[in-house]
């Protein structure tokens, strides 16, 4: 039985996720892709990675398959390559940063159902985040 269920299990989708507006070649490009419950968290990533900056003002590439569902795509330019997103004394981030659906949120990041983005199982989704 366990067999014939496999067969019917949907397969995963994938994100085409595109990132405009890099104004400086250095660094990298640090990506987060998180449900709800991962959202809030600087920690929690339920996919994501690093990407050097290249000297085009734009970064794409393709995630590996995810289990279709609800995420946030979280993406801050790393200038200074230290790993952490900087911020000022009061707490403004002092790197470029962007979030899915372009969303911003007024003080602080956005609602996750503002950046929030479905994948389809045997699905590609394009994203496309402006810094």
Do not use: C
Request: hydrophobic fraction near 35%; proline fraction near 8%.
């Amino acid at each position: 039985m366990t067999m014939f269920f496999h067969l019917f299990q949907p397969e995963p989708g994938h994100l085409n996720i595109e990132i405009t507006g890099i104004k400086s070649n250095t660094g990298q490009i640090r990506v987060a892709i998180v449900t709800r419950d991962q959202y809030k968290s600087d920690d929690e990533v339920g996919f994501g990675g690093s990407i050097p900056v290249n000297t085009s003002n734009q970064v794409s590439f393709i995630t590996p398959p995810m289990p279709a569902g609800k995420y946030a795509v979280k993406v801050f330019h790393d200038v200074n390559n230290n790993g952490e997103l900087d911020v000022n004394l009061i707490g403004i981030p002092k790197e470029p940063y962007g979030f899915s659906n372009n969303a911003r949120g007024r003080f602080g990041p956005p609602d996750f159902s503002a950046a929030a983005i479905t994948v389809q199982p045997n699905d590609t989704l394009s994203v496309r985040i402006d810094l």
